[in-house]
């Protein structure tokens, strides 16, 4: 049987999905974005240990949203937006949907209003 909707490129965004439903790996991506920093530069707002804030790192690295390179003996680690491209695309499918369902929603809020204000004068 064919598994319909799993390539290599789904595959992927299964790890961007799972790297970015953290909170604390989306606050670290938010620091990453005003620029490269180091693990200790990572950790400091946060109230846990480096090797935590590394653990999470790995997630961001195997997910492909961040890249570390070697400088002296600092690893310091930069975004890498490509694949976050890829999730936005792939959530941009479903705008059509949601935007459609949004105008059927405010359709419907407005019929109810109507219908109330129709009521209050009747009454």
């Not at 595959?11 to 974005?33: C, E, G, H, M, Y």
């Not at 530069?41 to 846990?48: D, L, N, V």
């Not at 961040?66 to 003996?73: A, N, P, S």
């Amino acid at each position: 049987m064919e598994r319909i909707g799993y390539t290599v490129e789904t595959q992927n965004l299964n790890a961007v999905f799972a790297a970015l439903a953290d909170p604390t790996r989306r606050a670290i991506l938010s620091r990453l974005a005003a620029g490269e920093a180091s693990v200790n530069e990572i950790a400091a707002p946060f109230a846990m240990s480096q090797p935590a804030v590394s653990k999470h790192l790995k997630v961001l690295e195997r997910a492909g949203l961040v890249e570390r390179d070697v400088d002296r003996q600092r690893r310091p680690a930069r975004l890498k937006a490509e694949p976050m491209a890829a999730a936005v695309c792939w959530l941009e499918e479903f705008q059509r949907f949601w935007s459609s369902s949004f105008d059927q929603l405010d359709g419907l809020l407005e019929r109810l209003k109507e219908a109330e204000t129709r009521g209050d004068k009747n009454e």
